[in-house]
């Protein structure tokens, strides 16, 4: 669908913004179809995922997180720390493993956001509250699937180690101690 940009944004701003589950589902996922070159809109704020009352479905975590590293332009541009924070706020609010897992899938490789990474991630989850239950788990899963990739393990491990005595991170680091190698256990505590 072709729009004229005005009336794109307006559409978005009102689906995202009407709290309602079925609109917002559909607002990110028209985003996450809109084709280059992109009119600008407002960048979509974590809050979005809580218009649904079992936790955000899957799909709509998959696309929140997509149109928050991928669409561009913005209205006001993200930087790059926001862009990590938002991606933790919803794989947390998410509470499930495909989430966390396309968070580390994202900051695993050199097509990060410029100056974002792993560290940024691990140090604003610590810094949130986590509610038991899908957020814990969603946590869980992001920290265990940092440590599962090669490609980002030893950046999760110095985070871990500066955060060892977090009281969030504490609770995370024994549930996720078997993915982390023995030789790096001492230096987080385990």
């Not at 809050?47 to 899957?58: E, K, M, T």
């Not at 997509?66 to 006001?76: E, I, K, L």
């Not at 862009?83 to 495909?98: C, D, I, L």
């Not at 899938?105 to 239950?133: C, E, N, S, T």
């Amino acid at each position: 669908m072709t729009d004229e940009p005005e009336s794109l944004r307006a559409r978005i701003d009102d689906a995202l913004g009407s709290g309602d589950p079925e609109r917002i589902a559909e607002g990110l996922g028209e985003l996450r179809l809109q084709l280059p070159p992109r009119p600008p809109v407002s960048a979509p704020a974590p809050g979005v995922l809580d218009a649904f009352p079992d936790g955000p479905p899957p799909e709509v975590v998959r696309d929140y997180i997509w149109v928050v590293g991928n669409y561009r332009p913005f209205a006001t541009p993200m930087a790059p720390e926001q862009t990590v924070r938002w991606w933790v706020e919803a794989a947390v609010r998410g509470g499930g493993g495909a989430a966390a897992l396309q968070v580390v899938l994202y900051l695993r490789h050199q097509g990060r956001p410029p100056g974002a990474d792993v560290g940024d991630a691990i140090g604003y989850l610590a810094d949130r509250p986590i509610a038991p239950g899908r957020e814990k788990q969603g946590a869980e899963d992001l920290v265990r699937y940092f440590l599962d990739h090669s490609e980002t393990y030893e950046r999760a491990i110095r985070a871990l180690a500066a955060l060892k005595d977090h009281p969030t991170m504490a609770g995370i680091l024994r549930v996720v101690r078997p993915y982390v190698r023995p030789d790096d256990r001492p230096a987080l505590g385990l």
